[in-house]
């Protein structure tokens, strides 16, 4: 798939504007504070509805106004659709070729896109919650049958707390316990084969970058051993729920489930937020979300769209050429550098290059 004719209105900074994308490789150029990030993430948004700056939409108004809008065409296959969003002070409309659409479901799959944006490399050090966010997200967008099993073991999970909170029965306790089963042996099987699936791709793309030749693991840390049969599973489970059985009963709430796992990353064995530098924690970023690009293509047989924000500072020309050469062409990119110096591999003929200053485009 591709995007093209983005168009912003009293976005950030930007009062009104347009970008023509090609289908290829987009260089979004200027120095810093002028607006190049503001455009990833309208795009960002248009495909995930939420900036990933920020949860409170209104920050997206620009500071003169009373509402935002951003809007472009998503192309995928021979099929043409027109997606937009407007954000009001209390609230925001989805569009599909101009009409509202009501659930936010509707629109989430209409464009992928795959962004890397500075922060993510917060990931390795910040809490787990902040992994399972990035796996639960990618895998949502790939596993619609995730994202249910995801939504009613939270919508359990919540019910088991609730009934923790007053007096409990053993019986009706177990009751509430083995709702959670059924999604839970769902998600743990989807997690595990989706960590399989990145296993195969970081290491490769790691080394690509880097031009060595390491090995990058993530580990899923589950909360039972096995992944495949249902029946040992189940075994594996109950036993867990048994032995924190006392504990959720005193706590008042559930203290082992799959809203507690983990992902840990490694570099050559060792763990990537003990031991790793900036430099590599970007790499290993680079590498999973590459990753991403390709399990999507696998599944979907359609390359998402790739957001790259700030991709080559901390990187040295080395391995800025060897990025850039590792980007498919097949894929639409549209990348963010204050300084062309940093991008000059790219022969600037099968590149286009968007000049932002000041929230306008020249
Ligand atoms: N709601 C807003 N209204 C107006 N300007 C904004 C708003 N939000 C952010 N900005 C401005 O946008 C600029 C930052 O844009 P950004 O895209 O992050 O820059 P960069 O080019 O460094 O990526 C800053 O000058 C900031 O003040
Ligand atoms: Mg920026």
């Known amino acids: 798939m591709y995007i093209d004719e983005l168009k912003l209105r009293f976005y950030r900074n930007y ?5 023509n994308l090609i289908n290829g490789m987009n260089v ?17 948004l248009l495909s995930t509805t939420r900036s990933h700056r920020n949860d409170d939409d209104r920050e997206l108004i620009n ?3 009373e509402f935002a809008s951003a809007e472009l065409t998503v192309h995928r296959h021979d099929i043409e659709d027109k997606l937009g969003i407007v954000i009001h002070k209390n609230g925001k409309t989805l569009l599909i ?8 479901s509707e629109f989430i799959g209409k464009l992928n896109a795959v962004l890397f944006a500075p922060t993510d490399m917060d990931l390795f050090d910040n809490s787990p919650r902040v992994r399972r966010k990035l796996i639960d997200i990618e ?3 790939l596993s619609a049958a995730y994202m249910h099993d995801l939504s009613n073991y939270l919508k359990s999970l919540k019910e088991r707390n609730n009934y923790l909170k007053g007096v409990t ?3 009706m306790l177990e009751t509430y316990t083995e709702m959670l089963f059924e999604p839970e042996i769902n998600i743990i099987k989807e997690r595990a084969a989706f960590i399989d699936n990145l296993n195969m791709y970081m290491s490769y793309f790691y080394n690509q970058i880097n031009g060595e030749n390491d090995q990058v693991t993530i580990r899923y840390q589950s909360m039972i051993d096995e992944k495949n049969d249902r029946e040992v599973m189940l075994q594996q489970l109950k036993t867990n729920y048994n032995n924190t059985l006392d504990r959720d009963v005193y706590l008042k709430q559930t203290n082992t489930g799959i809203h507690r796992e983990d992902y840990i990353f490694y570099l050559n064995e060792r763990e990537v937020s003990k031991f790793c530098s900036q430099g590599q924690k970007r790499m290993i970023m680079l590498a999973l979300k590459l990753s991403i690009v390709q399990i999507i293509f696998k599944i979907k047989r ?3 769209i790739l957001l790259l924000d700030d991709v080559m500072s901390e990187l040295d020309a080395n391995k800025r050429e060897r990025l850039l050469r590792l980007l498919p062409e097949t894929v639409q990119t ?3 550098t204050t300084d062309l110096q940093e991008m000059s591999l790219i022969d600037p003929k099968n590149v286009n290059v968007i000049r932002v200053r000041k929230g306008m485009i020249d």
């Not at 009062?15 to 970008?19: F, G, K, L, N």
């Not at 455009?39 to 960002?44: G, P, R, T």
Request: proline residues 4%; aromatic residues 6%; positive net charge.
């Open 15 to 19: 009062q009104r504007a347009e970008v």
């Open 28 to 44: 979004i150029i200027g120095n810093n504070g002028q607006g190049k990030t503001n455009l990833l993430e309208a795009i960002y």
């Open 63 to 65: 500071f003169t106004q």
């Open 97 to 104: 070729n101009n009409n509202p659409v009501r659930r936010n």
């Open 139 to 141: 895998l949502g967008k």
């Open 169 to 171: 029965d053993q019986i």
């Open 302 to 304: 359609e390359y998402p």
């Open 334 to 336: 549209v990348i963010t």
